[in-house]
C-alpha cells in the first residue's frame, strides 16, 4: 500500500487518498530528519558540538577553582558526548578508545627502545589520533595521521586546534600506501600503527609496511572494526596465516562505537620481526 504507485486503484477513493498525504507527511518527515545536521552531517555536528563545549570549558577554566581537566581530554569526552547522545560517528570511541590506549601503553612499557612513530590510517575527525596525542604527550614522540579526504582534513585540523595539540600532529591528505611510500623514502619506521581506515585494505596494507620494512621490531598494530564491518581476511592472516609468524596477535571482543547491542572486535598485534 505505502509503495504501489497510485493506493487509491488498490484501495478505492477514500482512503486512498488518505494513504496518500500520509505517505507525503512521512516523506516530509524522513527529509526533515535527513537534512538535520547530525544525520547529514554528522562531522561537522559533532565538530560544532565541541566547539561549542569547549567555550563553557574556558569559562569554567578561567573562573574561581578552575579544573584539572585539559583541553585534551575536554575535547575528547565531547566528541564521545556527540557519539553517545546525538549523531553517530565513526571514530573508535570511547570503549574500544580504552583497547587502543592499552595497546600504547603495551607498547611504552615493553619496548623495545623508545617509541619514535605513531601513524593512524584514517583521520576522519580527529578524535582516534586525540587518543594517541594524550598517551603519547612526550614532545619528540611524532604522531602521522592519514586520510586522502579533505574534509576529513579540515575538520581534524579544527579539533585538534581546540584540543591544544595541532602543533603535535602532522597530518596527511594522502592515501595509506603513498605514506608508506614515503616514510621507506625517508628510512623511517613504525613503532605504532593504528589501522581504522578502508576495510578492504587493512591485509593488504598491514603486508605492505611488512614488505617495505617500514615496521619496526616489536611495533604494535591496532585494527578496529574487525568483526563490524569486519576484516575477515586479514583477522585470518594474522591468526592462521603467514602473519601468525610474523605477528603475536590478542583479539579483543568489544562493541561497535556508541553502540552497545552491536558486537565487534579489535585485534592488537605485535610485530615479531
Ligand atoms: C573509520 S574512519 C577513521 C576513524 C578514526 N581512526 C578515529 O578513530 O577517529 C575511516 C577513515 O578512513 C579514510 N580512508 C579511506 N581510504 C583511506 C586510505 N587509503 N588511507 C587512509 N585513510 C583512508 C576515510 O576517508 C575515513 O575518514
Same mark, same amino acid.
Given at each position: 500500500?505505502?509503495? !504501489?504507485?497510485? $493506493?487509491?486503484?488498490?484501495?478505492? /477513493?477514500?482512503?486512498? #487518498?488518505?494513504?496518500?498525504?500520509? #505517505?507525503?507527511? /512521512?516523506?516530509?518527515?524522513?527529509? @526533515? ?10 562531522? %561537522? ?16 577554566? &578561567?573562573?574561581? =577553582? ?12 565531547? *566528541? ?16 574500544? =578508545? ?6 600504547? +601503553? ?5 619496548? $623495545? ?18 587518543? %594517541? ?5 612526550? &614532545?619528540? *614522540? ?7 579526504? @579533505?574534509? /576529513?582534513? !579540515?575538520? &581534524? ?8 595539540? #595541532? ?11 603513498? *605514506? ?8 623511517? +619506521?613504525?613503532?605504532? %600503527? ?18 617495505? =620494512? ?12 574487525? #568483526? &563490524?564491518?569486519?576484516? $575477515?581476511?586479514?583477522?585470518?592472516? %594474522? ?8 605477528? !603475536? ?6 562493541? *561497535?562505537?556508541?553502540? $552497545? ?6 585485534? @592488537? ?5
Amino acid at each position: 500500500v505505502f509503495f !504501489s504507485p497510485d $493506493p487509491k486503484l488498490l484501495l478505492g /477513493a477514500f482512503v486512498g #487518498r488518505h494513504v496518500q498525504i500520509a #505517505r507525503n507527511l /512521512a516523506g516530509i518527515f524522513f527529509f @526533515v530528519l535527513a537534512i538535520k545536521p547530525e544525520t547529514a552531517h554528522p562531522q %561537522l555536528a559533532a565538530l560544532e558540538h565541541v566547539m561549542q563545549g569547549m567555550k563553557a570549558y574556558k569559562e569554567e577554566a &578561567s573562573g574561581p =577553582g578552575s579544573s584539572a581537566v585539559t583541553p585534551l581530554d575536554r575535547a575528547i569526552d565531547l *566528541v564521545d558526548d556527540f557519539g553517545w547522545n546525538k549523531g553517530f560517528l565513526i571514530n573508535v570511541g570511547d570503549v574500544k =578508545g580504552k583497547i587502543l590506549d592499552s595497546a600504547v +601503553q603495551q607498547r611504552l612499557q615493553n619496548g $623495545p627502545g623508545k617509541l619514535k612513530l605513531a601513524v593512524e590510517l584514517g583521520t576522519f575527525l580527529g578524535y582516534g589520533t586525540l587518543r %594517541l596525542a594524550r598517551m603519547l604527550n612526550q &614532545s619528540d *614522540v611524532e604522531i602521522i595521521t592519514v586520510d586522502p579526504d @579533505v574534509f /576529513a582534513y !579540515s575538520l &581534524s585540523s579544527s579539533l585538534y586546534e581546540q584540543a591544544q595539540v #595541532r602543533d603535535r600532529i602532522t597530518m596527511k591528505t594522502d592515501y595509506s600506501y603513498n *605514506v608508506f611510500a614515503e616514510l621507506k623514502k625517508q628510512g623511517k +619506521q613504525i613503532d605504532l %600503527l593504528f589501522v581504522d581506515h578502508v576495510k578492504k585494505l587493512y591485509l593488504s596494507d598491514v603486508k605492505l609496511a611488512v614488505e617495505s =620494512g617500514i615496521l619496526a621490531k616489536g611495533c604494535v598494530v591496532v585494527g578496529d572494526n574487525i #568483526r &563490524s564491518p569486519g576484516a $575477515p581476511d586479514y583477522k585470518k592472516y %594474522l591468526l592462521e596465516g603467514e602473519g601468525k609468524k610474523l605477528f !603475536s596477535t590478542e583479539v579483543h571482543k568489544t562493541h *561497535v562505537e556508541y553502540w $552497545p547491542l552491536w558486537p565487534d572486535e579489535m585485534t @592488537v598485534s605485535t610485530f615479531l620481526g
